[in-house]
């Protein structure tokens, strides 16, 4: 059975990794990186970035 998870990281915690657990460690599916310009709109860049990172997991997890 396949694992996955989704990291959050950066200095306003905007960047999210969607990774795969293989039998050597956790490996990368696909990265979503939200644009941050110090702005009032980085809130809902963020938040757009961290919906389509948790329906690719959804979508992985329905395929298992």
Do not use: S
């Amino acid at each position: 059975m396949k694992k996955y998870r989704i990291d959050r990281y950066g200095l306003f915690d905007h960047i999210f990794d969607v990774r795969m657990n293989k039998w050597y460690g956790w490996v990368l599916v696909k990265r979503f990186r939200a644009e941050i310009k110090n702005d009032a709109n980085d809130v809902f860049e963020i938040k757009y970035a961290q919906e389509r990172a948790e329906e690719l997991l959804e979508k992985l997890e329905e395929e298992i």
